[in-house]
Protein backbone atom coordinates (compact mmCIF):
# COMPACT_ATOMS: atom_id res chain seq x y z
CA UNK A 1 0.00 0.00 0.00
CA UNK A 2 3.03 1.89 0.05
CA UNK A 3 2.58 5.29 -1.86
CA UNK A 4 5.13 7.88 -2.77
CA UNK A 5 3.79 11.32 -2.08
CA UNK A 6 2.58 13.72 -4.52
CA UNK A 7 4.43 16.82 -3.75
CA UNK A 8 4.14 20.29 -4.32
CA UNK A 9 7.81 21.57 -6.42
CA UNK A 10 9.34 23.39 -2.50
CA UNK A 11 9.72 26.11 -3.85
CA UNK A 12 12.77 28.66 -1.85
CA UNK A 13 11.28 30.16 0.99
CA UNK A 14 9.63 33.33 -0.86
CA UNK A 15 11.97 35.92 -0.19
CA UNK A 16 9.68 38.59 -1.08
CA UNK A 17 7.76 37.47 1.98
CA UNK A 18 10.01 36.42 5.15
CA UNK A 19 12.83 39.45 4.22
CA UNK A 20 10.34 41.70 4.09
CA UNK A 21 8.86 41.10 7.54
CA UNK A 22 10.30 43.96 9.68
CA UNK A 23 11.84 42.69 12.97
CA UNK A 24 10.63 45.34 15.97
CA UNK A 25 11.64 43.88 19.29
CA UNK A 26 14.57 41.76 20.40
CA UNK A 27 14.65 43.25 23.84
CA UNK A 28 13.69 41.95 27.13
CA UNK A 29 10.25 44.34 28.06
CA UNK A 30 10.50 44.91 31.29
CA UNK A 31 8.30 47.68 32.86
CA UNK A 32 7.21 49.36 30.03
CA UNK A 33 10.75 49.96 28.59
CA UNK A 34 12.55 47.81 25.83
CA UNK A 35 15.77 46.79 27.74
CA UNK A 36 19.02 44.64 26.55
CA UNK A 37 19.33 41.40 28.90
CA UNK A 38 21.71 42.50 31.47
CA UNK A 39 24.36 40.06 30.39
CA UNK A 40 24.54 41.36 27.20
CA UNK A 41 24.05 37.90 25.78
CA UNK A 42 21.76 37.28 22.59
CA UNK A 43 20.58 34.19 20.71
CA UNK A 44 19.62 33.32 17.56
CA UNK A 45 16.18 32.88 16.80
CA UNK A 46 15.86 30.71 13.65
CA UNK A 47 13.82 30.59 10.40
CA UNK A 48 12.70 27.04 10.49
CA UNK A 49 12.06 26.72 6.69
CA UNK A 50 15.11 27.89 5.56
CA UNK A 51 17.89 27.00 8.81
CA UNK A 52 18.67 30.58 8.29
CA UNK A 53 18.66 33.02 11.49
CA UNK A 54 16.40 35.68 11.33
CA UNK A 55 17.62 37.90 14.53
CA UNK A 56 19.59 38.06 17.51
CA UNK A 57 17.29 38.11 20.61
CA UNK A 58 17.97 39.11 24.20
CA UNK A 59 18.90 35.98 26.27
CA UNK A 60 17.25 36.72 29.44
CA UNK A 61 18.16 35.15 32.73
CA UNK A 62 17.91 35.60 36.60
CA UNK A 63 19.15 39.08 36.63
CA UNK A 64 16.24 39.76 34.13
CA UNK A 65 13.60 38.05 35.58
CA UNK A 66 14.53 39.33 38.65
CA UNK A 67 13.75 43.03 37.22
CA UNK A 68 10.75 42.24 35.81
CA UNK A 69 9.17 40.44 38.94
CA UNK A 70 9.66 43.95 41.12
CA UNK A 71 8.25 45.38 38.63
CA UNK A 72 5.34 43.62 37.98
CA UNK A 73 5.11 43.40 42.00
CA UNK A 74 5.39 46.91 41.99
CA UNK A 75 2.97 47.38 39.24
CA UNK A 76 0.54 44.68 41.44
CA UNK A 77 0.83 45.89 44.91
CA UNK A 78 0.60 49.67 44.61
CA UNK A 79 0.00 50.68 40.82
CA UNK A 80 -3.29 51.18 39.63
CA UNK A 81 -4.00 47.22 37.32
CA UNK A 82 -5.80 45.25 40.19
CA UNK A 83 -7.33 48.37 41.27
CA UNK A 84 -8.69 49.91 38.73
CA UNK A 85 -12.06 49.46 37.54
CA UNK A 86 -12.94 46.27 36.18
CA UNK A 87 -14.16 47.76 33.00
CA UNK A 88 -11.31 49.87 31.98
CA UNK A 89 -9.26 46.75 32.17
CA UNK A 90 -11.37 44.99 30.37
CA UNK A 91 -12.07 48.22 27.70
CA UNK A 92 -8.28 48.10 27.65
CA UNK A 93 -8.01 44.01 26.58
CA UNK A 94 -10.51 44.79 24.10
CA UNK A 95 -8.57 47.64 22.67
CA UNK A 96 -5.00 45.28 22.62
CA UNK A 97 -7.63 42.95 20.46
CA UNK A 98 -8.68 45.62 18.47
CA UNK A 99 -4.92 47.05 17.72
CA UNK A 100 -3.90 42.64 16.72
CA UNK A 101 -7.08 42.55 14.05
CA UNK A 102 -5.35 45.73 12.90
CA UNK A 103 -1.76 43.85 12.28
CA UNK A 104 -3.44 40.73 11.62
CA UNK A 105 -1.01 39.97 8.21
CA UNK A 106 2.00 40.80 9.75
CA UNK A 107 1.56 39.14 13.03
CA UNK A 108 0.59 36.10 10.97
CA UNK A 109 3.45 37.01 8.60
CA UNK A 110 5.78 37.27 11.90
CA UNK A 111 4.55 33.75 13.38
CA UNK A 112 5.24 32.30 10.21
CA UNK A 113 8.42 33.24 9.78
CA UNK A 114 9.52 32.26 13.18
CA UNK A 115 7.45 29.17 13.69
CA UNK A 116 6.91 27.59 10.26
CA UNK A 117 3.65 27.55 10.34
CA UNK A 118 1.75 27.67 6.86
CA UNK A 119 0.96 31.69 6.41
CA UNK A 120 -2.96 30.42 6.23
CA UNK A 121 -3.08 28.94 8.94
CA UNK A 122 -1.39 31.68 11.22
CA UNK A 123 -3.44 34.34 9.06
CA UNK A 124 -6.86 32.48 9.39
CA UNK A 125 -6.74 30.28 12.85
CA UNK A 126 -4.00 31.38 14.95
CA UNK A 127 -4.31 35.67 15.12
CA UNK A 128 -8.33 35.06 15.04
CA UNK A 129 -8.20 32.78 17.91
CA UNK A 130 -5.80 35.30 19.23
CA UNK A 131 -8.08 38.32 19.30
CA UNK A 132 -11.32 35.92 20.25
CA UNK A 133 -9.85 34.61 22.97
CA UNK A 134 -8.77 38.49 24.20
CA UNK A 135 -12.11 39.57 23.95
CA UNK A 136 -13.86 36.61 25.79
CA UNK A 137 -12.09 37.79 28.73
CA UNK A 138 -12.02 41.40 28.60
CA UNK A 139 -15.88 40.69 28.81
CA UNK A 140 -15.30 38.69 31.92
CA UNK A 141 -13.25 41.64 33.98
CA UNK A 142 -15.87 43.19 35.11
CA UNK A 143 -17.91 39.87 36.24
CA UNK A 144 -15.73 38.30 38.85
CA UNK A 145 -17.51 38.49 42.15
CA UNK A 146 -17.65 36.17 45.14
CA UNK A 147 -21.33 35.13 47.00
CA UNK A 148 -23.04 35.33 50.62
CA UNK A 149 -23.02 32.76 52.44
CA UNK A 150 -25.73 32.18 55.00
CA UNK A 151 -23.64 30.85 58.21
CA UNK A 152 -24.73 29.98 61.26
CA UNK A 153 -25.20 32.79 64.36
CA UNK A 154 -25.12 36.12 64.13
CA UNK A 155 -23.05 36.92 61.00
CA UNK A 156 -22.31 38.34 57.74
CA UNK A 157 -20.25 36.06 55.50
CA UNK A 158 -19.14 36.70 52.17
CA UNK A 159 -15.99 35.48 49.49
CA UNK A 160 -14.40 37.68 47.35
CA UNK A 161 -12.50 36.55 44.35
CA UNK A 162 -8.78 38.18 44.37
CA UNK A 163 -6.36 38.48 41.84
CA UNK A 164 -3.86 35.61 42.77
CA UNK A 165 -0.69 38.51 42.68
CA UNK A 166 2.15 38.33 39.93
CA UNK A 167 1.54 35.19 37.61
CA UNK A 168 5.03 33.52 35.64
CA UNK A 169 4.13 32.27 32.60
CA UNK A 170 6.04 30.34 30.66
CA UNK A 171 4.68 29.03 26.86
CA UNK A 172 6.13 26.50 24.02
CA UNK A 173 6.68 27.30 20.83
CA UNK A 174 3.99 25.22 18.70
CA UNK A 175 1.21 28.21 19.05
CA UNK A 176 3.54 31.07 20.25
CA UNK A 177 0.57 33.63 20.03
CA UNK A 178 -2.25 31.73 20.78
CA UNK A 179 -0.29 30.71 23.80
CA UNK A 180 0.68 33.86 25.06
CA UNK A 181 -3.38 34.95 24.41
CA UNK A 182 -4.58 32.01 26.63
CA UNK A 183 -2.19 33.22 29.32
CA UNK A 184 -2.66 36.76 28.84
CA UNK A 185 -5.87 36.52 28.80
CA UNK A 186 -7.34 35.06 32.04
CA UNK A 187 -5.11 36.66 33.89
CA UNK A 188 -5.45 40.01 33.15
CA UNK A 189 -9.06 39.81 33.60
CA UNK A 190 -8.18 38.50 36.74
CA UNK A 191 -6.24 41.54 37.59
CA UNK A 192 -2.72 40.33 38.22
CA UNK A 193 0.45 41.22 36.57
CA UNK A 194 2.63 39.10 34.37
CA UNK A 195 6.08 37.98 33.84
CA UNK A 196 6.08 35.73 30.94
CA UNK A 197 9.13 33.53 29.40
CA UNK A 198 8.11 33.07 25.76
CA UNK A 199 9.62 29.61 23.82
CA UNK A 200 13.14 30.23 22.82
CA UNK A 201 12.42 28.96 19.55
CA UNK A 202 9.94 31.80 18.72
CA UNK A 203 10.16 34.77 20.95
CA UNK A 204 9.15 37.85 18.49
CA UNK A 205 5.12 37.37 17.95
CA UNK A 206 5.26 37.64 22.08
CA UNK A 207 7.31 40.41 21.98
CA UNK A 208 5.08 42.60 19.22
CA UNK A 209 2.31 41.98 20.93
CA UNK A 210 3.86 43.44 24.22
CA UNK A 211 4.73 46.49 22.22
CA UNK A 212 0.99 46.54 21.17
CA UNK A 213 -0.13 45.95 24.75
CA UNK A 214 2.24 49.59 25.43
CA UNK A 215 0.57 51.14 22.72
CA UNK A 216 -2.80 50.84 23.93
CA UNK A 217 -2.23 52.21 27.46
CA UNK A 218 -1.49 49.25 29.65
CA UNK A 219 0.09 50.52 32.69
CA UNK A 220 4.08 50.16 32.87
CA UNK A 221 5.05 46.58 34.87
CA UNK A 222 1.70 45.20 33.88
CA UNK A 223 3.48 42.47 30.95
CA UNK A 224 6.76 42.23 31.11
CA UNK A 225 7.95 39.36 28.82
CA UNK A 226 11.53 38.02 29.25
CA UNK A 227 13.04 35.83 26.24
CA UNK A 228 16.08 33.10 27.17
CA UNK A 229 16.55 29.50 27.72
CA UNK A 230 14.10 27.43 29.92
CA UNK A 231 16.66 26.12 32.68
CA UNK A 232 17.52 29.62 32.93
CA UNK A 233 15.14 32.18 32.57
CA UNK A 234 12.57 29.79 32.97
CA UNK A 235 13.83 28.24 35.85
CA UNK A 236 14.35 31.80 37.67
CA UNK A 237 10.39 32.72 37.27
CA UNK A 238 9.96 29.33 38.98
CA UNK A 239 12.37 30.18 41.90
CA UNK A 240 11.20 33.76 42.11
CA UNK A 241 9.85 34.93 45.70
CA UNK A 242 8.15 37.66 44.45
CA UNK A 243 6.02 35.20 41.78
CA UNK A 244 2.76 33.81 43.09
CA UNK A 245 1.84 31.80 40.22
CA UNK A 246 3.19 29.85 37.66
CA UNK A 247 1.24 28.58 34.19
CA UNK A 248 3.27 26.64 31.95
CA UNK A 249 2.62 24.60 28.60
CA UNK A 250 4.81 22.15 27.52
CA UNK A 251 6.41 18.34 28.08
CA UNK A 252 5.99 16.51 31.25
CA UNK A 253 9.36 16.09 32.45
CA UNK A 254 9.71 20.01 32.68
CA UNK A 255 6.64 20.03 34.55
CA UNK A 256 8.40 17.84 36.80
CA UNK A 257 11.47 20.47 37.16
CA UNK A 258 8.96 22.96 37.74
CA UNK A 259 7.19 20.84 40.62
CA UNK A 260 10.14 20.54 42.41
CA UNK A 261 11.68 24.21 41.47
CA UNK A 262 8.54 25.60 43.11
CA UNK A 263 8.47 23.89 46.53
CA UNK A 264 10.36 26.85 48.29
CA UNK A 265 8.09 29.37 47.52
CA UNK A 266 4.81 27.06 46.87
CA UNK A 267 3.99 28.62 43.94
CA UNK A 268 0.35 28.36 42.46
CA UNK A 269 0.75 25.58 39.82
CA UNK A 270 -1.18 25.40 36.06
CA UNK A 271 -0.07 22.70 33.73
CA UNK A 272 -0.88 22.13 30.47
CA UNK A 273 1.51 19.03 29.17
CA UNK A 274 1.25 16.85 26.12
CA UNK A 275 -0.66 13.55 25.24
CA UNK A 276 -1.20 10.74 23.24
CA UNK A 277 -4.67 11.02 22.45
CA UNK A 278 -6.89 8.05 21.18
CA UNK A 279 -8.91 8.48 18.09
CA UNK A 280 -11.60 6.09 17.73
CA UNK A 281 -13.24 5.20 14.39
CA UNK A 282 -16.56 2.31 14.47
CA UNK A 283 -17.15 0.54 11.07
CA UNK A 284 -20.78 2.35 11.94
CA UNK A 285 -19.06 5.94 11.40
CA UNK A 286 -19.72 8.99 8.17
CA UNK A 287 -16.01 6.89 7.44
CA UNK A 288 -14.98 10.27 5.09
CA UNK A 289 -15.80 12.22 8.31
CA UNK A 290 -13.90 10.55 10.21
CA UNK A 291 -10.86 9.96 7.79
CA UNK A 292 -11.23 13.84 7.30
CA UNK A 293 -11.27 14.24 11.08
CA UNK A 294 -7.65 12.03 11.54
CA UNK A 295 -5.81 13.37 9.03
CA UNK A 296 -6.63 16.96 10.38
CA UNK A 297 -6.52 15.64 14.02
CA UNK A 298 -2.52 14.74 13.37
CA UNK A 299 -1.26 16.95 10.70
CA UNK A 300 -2.81 19.99 11.79
CA UNK A 301 0.37 22.17 12.88
CA UNK A 302 2.95 19.80 11.42
CA UNK A 303 1.47 17.22 14.18
CA UNK A 304 3.33 19.84 16.40
CA UNK A 305 -0.39 19.79 18.66
CA UNK A 306 -0.73 18.75 22.09
CA UNK A 307 -4.15 17.16 21.43
CA UNK A 308 -3.00 15.45 18.33
CA UNK A 309 -4.80 12.13 17.43
CA UNK A 310 -1.61 10.26 17.38
CA UNK A 311 -2.84 6.71 18.47
CA UNK A 312 -5.66 6.30 15.63
CA UNK A 313 -8.15 2.84 16.54
CA UNK A 314 -9.77 1.66 13.42
CA UNK A 315 -12.83 -1.03 13.96
CA UNK A 316 -11.29 -3.98 11.83
CA UNK A 317 -14.17 -4.31 9.82
CA UNK A 318 -13.81 -1.01 7.81
CA UNK A 319 -9.89 -1.28 8.34
CA UNK A 320 -8.48 -1.77 4.50
CA UNK A 321 -11.27 0.59 3.48
CA UNK A 322 -10.98 3.82 5.71
CA UNK A 323 -7.04 3.72 5.19
CA UNK A 324 -7.44 3.79 1.88
CA UNK A 325 -9.49 7.28 2.72
CA UNK A 326 -7.11 8.13 5.11
CA UNK A 327 -4.10 7.60 2.58
CA UNK A 328 -5.60 8.96 0.03
CA UNK A 329 -5.74 12.40 2.13
CA UNK A 330 -2.41 11.98 3.41
CA UNK A 331 -0.52 11.46 -0.11
CA UNK A 332 -2.20 14.68 -1.53
CA UNK A 333 -1.14 16.84 1.63
CA UNK A 334 0.99 20.35 -0.11
CA UNK A 335 4.36 20.74 1.63
CA UNK A 336 6.78 23.69 1.04
CA UNK A 337 7.07 27.15 1.64
CA UNK A 338 5.31 28.34 4.97
CA UNK A 339 4.06 31.74 3.18
CA UNK A 340 2.85 30.50 -0.41
CA UNK A 341 -0.78 30.23 -0.23
CA UNK A 342 -1.44 26.78 -0.53
CA UNK A 343 1.07 25.22 1.45
CA UNK A 344 -0.44 22.97 4.06
CA UNK A 345 2.40 21.68 5.85
CA UNK A 346 5.69 23.88 6.75
CA UNK A 347 9.08 22.79 8.39
CA UNK A 348 8.97 21.74 12.17
CA UNK A 349 10.20 23.89 14.49
CA UNK A 350 13.89 23.44 14.84
CA UNK A 351 16.56 20.67 14.97
CA UNK A 352 15.87 19.04 17.83
CA UNK A 353 12.12 18.49 16.81
CA UNK A 354 13.02 17.35 13.32
CA UNK A 355 15.82 14.59 14.75
CA UNK A 356 13.46 13.40 17.45
CA UNK A 357 10.87 12.54 14.86
CA UNK A 358 13.13 11.03 12.34
CA UNK A 359 14.28 8.84 15.60
CA UNK A 360 10.73 7.67 15.74
CA UNK A 361 10.07 7.06 12.35
CA UNK A 362 13.31 4.87 12.40
CA UNK A 363 11.85 3.04 15.99
CA UNK A 364 8.42 2.45 14.51
CA UNK A 365 10.49 0.20 10.72
CA UNK A 366 12.34 -1.24 14.12
CA UNK A 367 9.52 -2.49 15.96
CA UNK A 368 7.55 -3.80 13.34
CA UNK A 369 4.96 -1.57 12.21
CA UNK A 370 4.27 -0.74 8.23
CA UNK A 371 4.85 2.44 7.17
CA UNK A 372 2.42 3.09 4.63
CA UNK A 373 2.55 6.65 3.84
CA UNK A 374 6.24 9.10 3.95
CA UNK A 375 8.43 8.13 6.14
CA UNK A 376 11.38 10.06 5.05
CA UNK A 377 12.64 13.76 5.04
CA UNK A 378 10.93 16.55 2.73
CA UNK A 379 13.39 18.54 0.67
CA UNK A 380 17.09 19.28 1.82
CA UNK A 381 16.72 22.49 3.40
CA UNK A 382 14.63 23.21 6.22
CA UNK A 383 13.13 20.77 8.90
CA UNK A 384 10.26 19.51 7.28
CA UNK A 385 9.49 15.71 7.54
CA UNK A 386 6.66 14.15 5.05
CA UNK A 387 3.45 13.49 6.97
CA UNK A 388 3.75 9.74 7.57
CA UNK A 389 1.74 6.70 8.91
CA UNK A 390 2.32 3.48 10.04
CA UNK A 391 0.14 0.61 9.73
CA UNK A 392 -0.20 -2.39 11.99
CA UNK A 393 0.96 -0.64 15.10
CA UNK A 394 0.45 -2.16 18.52
CA UNK A 395 -0.40 -1.13 22.02
CA UNK A 396 3.22 -1.73 23.01
CA UNK A 397 5.26 -0.14 20.63
CA UNK A 398 7.37 3.33 21.15
CA UNK A 399 5.32 4.43 18.46
CA UNK A 400 2.06 4.16 20.39
CA UNK A 401 3.03 5.54 23.75
CA UNK A 402 5.39 8.33 23.21
CA UNK A 403 4.38 11.54 22.16
CA UNK A 404 6.54 12.50 18.40
CA UNK A 405 4.93 15.89 18.27
CA UNK A 406 5.04 15.55 14.63
CA UNK A 407 3.05 14.79 11.26
CA UNK A 408 3.43 10.33 12.23
CA UNK A 409 0.02 8.75 12.89
CA UNK A 410 0.17 5.20 14.79
CA UNK A 411 -2.78 2.95 13.17
CA UNK A 412 -3.96 0.37 15.47
CA UNK A 413 -6.90 -2.07 15.04
CA UNK A 414 -9.76 -3.20 17.24
CA UNK A 415 -13.10 -5.38 17.94
CA UNK A 416 -15.92 -3.76 20.25
CA UNK A 417 -16.41 -1.57 22.45
CA UNK A 418 -14.92 -3.51 25.60
CA UNK A 419 -11.38 -3.34 24.39
CA UNK A 420 -11.27 -0.66 23.24
CA UNK A 421 -11.70 1.73 25.82
CA UNK A 422 -9.49 0.13 28.26
CA UNK A 423 -6.97 0.45 25.06
CA UNK A 424 -7.68 3.58 24.94
CA UNK A 425 -7.01 4.44 28.51
CA UNK A 426 -3.67 2.56 28.09
CA UNK A 427 -1.26 5.59 28.39
CA UNK A 428 0.20 7.57 31.10
CA UNK A 429 -1.45 10.72 29.29
CA UNK A 430 -4.86 12.50 29.48
CA UNK A 431 -5.69 15.23 27.22
CA UNK A 432 -7.74 14.45 24.46
CA UNK A 433 -9.87 11.67 23.04
CA UNK A 434 -12.03 11.13 20.03
CA UNK A 435 -15.24 8.97 19.00
CA UNK A 436 -16.78 8.63 15.62
CA UNK A 437 -19.79 6.83 15.60
CA UNK A 438 -23.63 7.28 15.18
CA UNK A 439 -24.52 5.07 17.78
CA UNK A 440 -25.22 7.33 20.98
CA UNK A 441 -24.70 5.07 23.31
CA UNK A 442 -21.39 4.08 22.17
CA UNK A 443 -20.49 7.78 22.37
CA UNK A 444 -21.37 8.97 25.67
CA UNK A 445 -20.04 5.73 27.42
CA UNK A 446 -16.94 6.57 25.69
CA UNK A 447 -16.80 9.81 26.75
CA UNK A 448 -17.99 8.92 30.12
CA UNK A 449 -15.33 6.67 30.98
CA UNK A 450 -12.21 7.60 28.77
CA UNK A 451 -9.58 9.78 30.85
CA UNK A 452 -8.97 12.43 28.87
CA UNK A 453 -10.00 16.11 29.85
CA UNK A 454 -11.23 16.88 26.40
CA UNK A 455 -13.43 14.33 24.61
CA UNK A 456 -14.53 15.26 20.62
CA UNK A 457 -17.59 13.06 18.99
CA UNK A 458 -17.86 12.96 15.46
CA UNK A 459 -15.14 15.95 15.15
CA UNK A 460 -11.76 17.04 16.68
CA UNK A 461 -10.00 19.88 17.52
CA UNK A 462 -12.82 21.91 17.95
CA UNK A 463 -11.66 24.31 20.39
CA UNK A 464 -13.67 27.16 21.79
CA UNK A 465 -12.47 30.24 24.38
CA UNK A 466 -15.05 29.51 26.31
CA UNK A 467 -14.66 26.01 27.28
CA UNK A 468 -12.17 24.49 29.60
CA UNK A 469 -8.89 22.42 28.16
CA UNK A 470 -6.44 20.47 30.09
CA UNK A 471 -5.34 16.67 31.07
CA UNK A 472 -6.12 14.19 33.16
CA UNK A 473 -2.74 12.03 34.65
CA UNK A 474 0.20 13.22 33.55
CA UNK A 475 -1.21 15.53 30.76
CA UNK A 476 -1.78 18.48 33.62
CA UNK A 477 -3.29 20.16 36.50
CA UNK A 478 -5.75 22.75 35.85
CA UNK A 479 -7.63 23.98 33.33
CA UNK A 480 -7.45 26.45 30.82
CA UNK A 481 -10.05 28.80 29.01
CA UNK A 482 -13.80 29.17 29.43
CA UNK A 483 -14.40 30.49 33.67
CA UNK A 484 -12.47 27.11 34.86
CA UNK A 485 -9.39 29.01 33.37
CA UNK A 486 -10.10 32.31 34.63
CA UNK A 487 -10.54 31.17 38.17
CA UNK A 488 -7.03 29.44 38.18
CA UNK A 489 -6.09 33.31 38.39
CA UNK A 490 -7.58 34.12 41.40
CA UNK A 491 -7.50 33.61 44.71
CA UNK A 492 -10.68 33.07 47.33
CA UNK A 493 -10.81 35.51 50.10
CA UNK A 494 -13.73 34.79 53.18
CA UNK A 495 -15.22 37.78 54.95
CA UNK A 496 -17.05 37.15 58.03
CA UNK A 497 -18.30 40.03 60.18
CA UNK A 498 -20.13 39.85 63.65
CA UNK A 499 -23.77 42.13 63.20
P1 LIG B 1 9.82 22.23 27.09
O1 LIG B 1 8.76 21.80 28.03
O2 LIG B 1 11.22 21.99 27.48
O3 LIG B 1 9.68 23.80 26.76
C1 LIG B 1 8.52 24.56 26.94
C2 LIG B 1 8.85 25.86 27.64
O4 LIG B 1 9.40 25.57 28.92
C3 LIG B 1 9.91 26.70 26.91
O5 LIG B 1 9.59 28.08 27.08
C4 LIG B 1 11.18 26.36 27.67
O6 LIG B 1 12.16 27.36 27.60
C5 LIG B 1 10.65 26.23 29.09
N1 LIG B 1 11.50 25.44 29.98
C6 LIG B 1 12.33 24.40 29.66
N2 LIG B 1 12.94 23.95 30.75
C7 LIG B 1 12.52 24.71 31.79
C8 LIG B 1 12.82 24.73 33.18
N3 LIG B 1 13.70 23.87 33.74
N4 LIG B 1 12.19 25.63 33.97
C9 LIG B 1 11.30 26.48 33.43
N5 LIG B 1 11.01 26.53 32.13
C10 LIG B 1 11.59 25.64 31.31
O7 LIG B 1 9.53 21.53 25.68
P2 LIG B 1 10.53 21.42 24.42
O8 LIG B 1 11.89 21.02 24.90
O9 LIG B 1 10.40 22.64 23.62
O10 LIG B 1 9.88 20.22 23.61
C11 LIG B 1 10.11 18.87 24.02
C12 LIG B 1 8.86 18.03 23.86
O11 LIG B 1 7.85 18.51 24.74
C13 LIG B 1 8.22 18.10 22.48
O12 LIG B 1 8.82 17.23 21.57
C14 LIG B 1 6.81 17.72 22.79
O13 LIG B 1 6.71 16.31 22.90
C15 LIG B 1 6.56 18.33 24.16
N6 LIG B 1 5.89 19.64 24.06
C16 LIG B 1 4.56 19.72 24.38
C17 LIG B 1 3.88 20.91 24.22
C18 LIG B 1 2.43 21.02 24.53
O14 LIG B 1 1.75 21.85 23.94
N7 LIG B 1 1.92 20.30 25.49
C19 LIG B 1 4.53 22.11 23.68
C20 LIG B 1 5.94 21.95 23.43
C21 LIG B 1 6.56 20.75 23.61
MG1 LIG C 1 13.04 21.02 26.73
Known amino acids: MATSLQKSEKSE?????????????????IDGQWLPAASGKTFATINPATEQEIAQVAEGDAADIDLAAKAARRAFDSGDWPKMDARDRGRLMYQLADRIEAEIDSLAALETLDNGKPIRESRNVDVPLVIDVLRYYAGYADKI??????????????????????????????????????KWGPALAAGCTIVMKPAEQTPLTCLRMAQLAKEVGF??????????????????????????????????????????????????????LGGKSPNVVYA??????????????????QG????????????????????????????????GDPFADDTEQGPQVDQNQFDKIMSYIDKGRQEGAE?????????????????????????????AQDEIFGPVLSVLKFDGSDEIIERANRTFYGLAAAIWTQDVRKAHEFAARVRAGTVWVNCYDVFDAAAPFGGFKMSGYGRELGEEGLKAYTESKTVTVAL
Not at 154 to 172: D, H, K, L, M, S
Open 13 to 29: ASPTSAADIPIQHTDCF
Open 145 to 182: HGSTIPIRGNYFCYTRREPVGVAGQIIPWNFPMLMTAW
Open 219 to 272: PDGVINVVPGFGPTAGAAVVKHPLIDKVAFTGEHRTAQVITRDSADTLKRLTFE
Open 284 to 301: DADLDAAAQGAYMGLYLN
Open 304 to 335: QCCCAGSRLFVESSVHEEFMEKLTKLTNRRKL
Open 371 to 399: CVSGGQRFGDRGYFVEPTIFDSVTDEMAI
